[in-house]
């Protein structure tokens, strides 16, 4: 399978830092004010599978409206953008406990070559976006006909050049 991520040796450690500073702001929130409201940045789980004809993305991305998903190929990497945002109507002292997260989010990752940037499709279904990334004709797998028997046996089978 080709491997579509780009290795981004620091994003452990961001994520582990955005825990550990809503970890610290529950903690010592300012006078019961809830700051974890305010928007940071997220990534939102992938899954990426492939067969011989495509490879196909799935995001996790419930809550955000199809206007606010921007999705673009270029130079052969796939960028991901997407914001979700906070309900209005509701107020924000009211919460006691907030995990989904909100903000932007940009994700990225290198296309192989066989893909064909051309007819690439999005779908956002049920909070799921699904991206399909069809593989080029000359890239997919050709079966050959295997012949049984030896070289000898198929020539003799032709026409004898006898004088």
């Known amino acids: ?43 939102p789980a992938v899954d990426v599978y492939e067969d011989e004809h495509k490879v196909t993305l799935k995001i996790e991305v419930p809550g955000i409206e199809e206007k606010d998903i921007d999705v673009r190929v270029e130079n052969n990497t796939l960028t991901v953008r997407g914001e979700r945002k906070i309900e209005k109507e509701e107020k924000e002292e009211n919460y006691r406990r907030v995990e989904r997260q909100y903000g932007s989010f940009v994700r990225t990752f290198t296309l192989p070559t066989t893909v064909d940037n051309e007819h690439v499709t999005a779908n956002y279904d049920k909070g799921v976006l699904k991206i399909t990334l069809p593989k080029k004709a000359e890239a997919k797998p050709k079966q050959i006909k295997v012949n049984v028997g030896s070289e000898r046996q198929i020539e003799a089978k032709g026409p004898s050049k006898a004088a």
């Open 1 to 43: 399978m080709t491997v579509l991520t780009r290795w981004e040796p620091f994003r452990e450690f961001a994520t582990l830092q955005d825990r550990m500073n809503r970890l610290f702001r529950e903690s010592f929130n300012d006078a019961g004010r809830d700051e974890s409201l305010t928007s940071s940045s997220f990534a």
